[in-house]
């Protein structure tokens, strides 16, 4: 995987308080190994499953900023990107910025404050794997907004409402990227079911051999699961959060 088509889900990375920590418990439970961290760039760590690149993971340096997942869309020109966000209603957290010879990012959020990243790429193009067993398969957003972050985000990205989807329903609608047929992920509608003080969100998902067995390594690494495991059309699918904070998807094979 060398090049994504702007809008795609291309990168995702971890903010976590201890990054030694953050390495035994994903290690454990996706088969990552990690590099040895750029100090240039704060410490941040490379994931890697089977030898390519899976993810990200960032030490904390300060204690104001969640602990959470975060998704990076591509794009080829990230100037643009960033006005677009702007006349799209949204907001720009962290301005385009050069990351070494690797590409450009970009931080934002968008009209009810979900926050994503935007990757223009240099020498680091994305994922070297993604939608096999430890590695990244799915994105979700969660708002309480959905008209207005389907609108948001077919202006940004291009994203389409797959309303066609099987899996499509009343207040989640896949999306998919023009002139493609496979869904990239959703926008979820967020109900009266969920604590009003959760914000909206993307939620990354990771591919894993066997639900059970990823639910026994995580709790035994002091993890727990958030949402119990449902049917869903591409297999089993739950809400993680590790023993640092940060909540996560997995989904396994039908």
Not at 68 to 93: C, K, N, P, Q
Not at 132 to 161: C, H, I, K
Not at 234 to 244: C, H
């Amino acid at each position: 995987m060398t090049a994504f088509a702007d809008g795609a889900p291309c990168w995702v990375d971890v903010l976590l308080p201890d990054l030694d920590a953050g390495k035994r418990f994903y290690g454990d439970l996706f088969g990552w190994t990690f590099d040895e961290g750029a100090a240039e760039f704060g410490g941040y760590t490379q994931a890697f499953r089977d030898g390519r690149k899976a993810a990200g993971l960032m030490p904390r340096s300060d204690e104001t900023m969640p602990t959470a997942w975060g998704i990076f869309f591509a794009t080829s020109d990230i100037g643009r990107t960033e006005t677009a966000v702007r006349e799209a209603g949204g907001r720009v957290l962290h301005e385009a910025v050069p990351v070494g010879d690797l590409g450009s990012m970009l931080i934002a959020a968008d009209p009810a404050g979900a926050v994503f990243g935007a990757w223009q790429a240099g020498a680091h193009t994305g994922f070297e794997i993604a939608g096999q067993p430890g590695s990244y398969v799915w994105m979700g957003l969660n708002t309480r907004d959905p008209a207005a972050a389907d609108a948001f985000y077919a202006e940004v990205f291009g994203f389409a409402g797959a309303r066609d989807a099987p899996m499509a329903r009343p207040g989640f609608l896949p999306w998919r990227l023009p002139g493609q047929e496979r869904e990239i992920g959703c926008r979820i509608a967020m109900d009266a079911s969920v604590p009003a003080d959760l914000p909206p969100h993307f939620t990354v998902c990771f591919l894993v051999d066997d639900m059970a067995e990823a639910i026994r390594t995580a709790t035994g690494h002091g993890g727990e699961v958030v949402a119990r495991p449902e049917r869903s059309p591409g297999g089993p699918f739950a809400v993680f959060r590790d023993n640092q904070g940060a909540t996560f998807g997995v989904m396994a094979p039908k």
